[in-house]
């Protein structure tokens, strides 16, 4: 009899960890963007919550944390509890600022356990109709003449527009200003008004601009050109040789966590992102869906991890 309860009791200790993990999700889940709204990272998130919330009937609730070059958000998340409950919606800056920054609050690697790539999000380097260039070779020659150096917006220090325009300027040979945003959004709304001449803006969000005639868009960053605008060069194609920026995006959530339970999620959230409502609307926007598994997302941050320590390096950029 002895013998049974100890077999019992070791039995429902094994299954103990099992039933928990299966039962997930079975609570809310925090889903932090850590940037401002109004970018391609906050339209992603709430789709994809949305999408899980119906699925699974738990609330996901998006929670925007911006600031620091995505640094804050990612800390909160880095300091949360290691059980699949409080995710992140990550963007290059995720690889970019070991390198860019000095110091960070965080490991990039053990901290975070990668959940999924979601989507790529080409950026097109736009203009404001003002400035009289029609062409990569136009603006380049302007900025070699003018008397000033132009100023270029980012959605703050060391995201990736900003490193983007960086590696453009050092390729080109050319001097531009940098004025850092609090956010996508308000570098939007300035580079509109006119007070800033011109950007590397994603295509989710400077595409109504373009048709509108409020932006000029002189070349996409990628190798490759964009199937929202085929007829738009890249920027390698336009005066830059070599020049390729291809921001991604994807959601990472606390290391160690279970890792069935991150499998869960990768799988769920893939399958939402191949649903034609959904993948019809992000390549409407400009973005290209990009789904992966855990495994095959966290090979591809090491690899860029080294990729944009080389860039910073060669650029010279820094952020502290």
Not at 264 to 272: M, P
């Amino acid at each position: 009899m002895l013998r049974r309860v100890v077999l019992a009791i070791l039995l429902l200790a094994a299954a103990g960890p099992c039933v928990a993990q299966v039962s997930y999700p079975g609570k809310s889940i925090r889903f932090v963007v850590p940037y401002p709204p109004g970018g391609l990272t906050d339209v992603l998130a709430r789709i994809i919550g949305q999408k899980l919330t119906e699925t699974w009937g738990q609330p996901v609730l998006v929670e925007n944390r911006g600031g620091g070059g995505s640094t804050i958000g990612s800390d909160i998340v880095a300091k949360s509890a290691s059980d699949g409950y409080t995710l992140l919606m990550v963007a290059a800056d995720l690889a970019i600022n070991p390198s860019l920054l000095s110091k960070l609050p965080y490991d990039t690697v053990k901290d975070f356990a990668p959940v999924t790539q979601v989507a790529w999000g080409p950026q097109a380097l736009v203009v404001h109709p003002s400035l009289p260039v029609r062409s990569v070779r136009e603006l380049l020659a302007h900025a070699k003449s003018a008397p000033r150096p132009l100023n270029y917006a980012s959605g703050g220090n060391g995201t990736g527009a900003h490193l983007a325009t960086e590696l453009f300027k050092t390729m080109a040979g050319i001097e531009l200003v940098h004025v850092p945003y609090k956010g996508v959004g308000p570098a939007t709304n300035d580079l509109l008004g006119g007070q800033v001449s011109l950007m590397f803006l994603q295509l989710a969000i400077a595409r109504q601009h373009i048709v509108a005639g409020k932006l000029r868009a002189l070349a996409v960053a990628g190798a490759k050109r964009s199937q929202a605008m085929p007829d738009l060069p890249t920027v390698a194609e336009a005066g830059v040789p070599g020049f390729d920026v291809n921001p991604w995006f994807g959601i990472v959530t606390r290391g160690e966590s279970p890792k069935d339970i991150v499998a869960k999620l990768s799988a769920e959230i893939g399958r939402i992102l191949r649903l034609p409502e959904v993948s019809e609307r992000l390549s409407s926007q400009g973005a290209e869906i990009a789904a992966n598994t855990p495994e095959q997302f966290a090979a591809f941050i090491r690899a860029e991890i080294g990729k944009w320590a080389k860039v910073v390096k060669d650029s010279g950029a820094r952020v502290d």
